[in-house]
């Protein structure tokens, strides 16, 4: 089992900054691909950004630009630096981990609890 917690959301007006953490416990594995959702009201879950372990990221083209995803394997931690913040980036963030071989799935994936995003205009 892998347990993630977020932290770091709240409230920012557009055009402010945020940076997301995630820290991972239990059964880690560096081999693992970590990554970014968000759900914004009335919507569905939706892919920010993800990196694997050898270091390729991916990022959502909603965000190209504006987000970072980076990660810090000594502390078993990911970040998400949001800048250039949107109204429309308003959501729950969350965090996820899975194996290589699974899929972003609630059955195939950890998840966090996730964290409130507010970006006001």
């Known amino acids: 089992q892998v347990q993630l917690v977020e932290s770091g959301g709240g409230s920012v007006q557009a055009g402010g900054s945020l940076r997301l953490s995630c820290t991972a416990s239990g059964r880690t594995y560096s081999s693992y691909v970590m990554g970014w959702f968000r759900q914004p009201p009335g919507k569905e879950r939706e892919v920010v950004a993800s990196i694997r372990s050898d270091g390729s990221i991916y990022y959502a083209d909603s965000v190209k630009g504006r987000f970072t995803i980076s990660k810090d394997n000594a502390k078993n931690t990911v970040y998400l630096q949001m800048n250039s913040l949107k109204p429309e980036d308003t959501a729950v963030y969350y965090c996820?981990?899975?194996?290589?071989?699974?899929?972003?799935?609630?059955?195939?994936?950890?998840w966090g609890q996730g964290t409130q995003v507010t970006v006001s205009s």
């Open positions: 996820g981990a899975r194996s290589p071989a699974s899929r972003w799935s609630q059955v195939d994936a950890y």
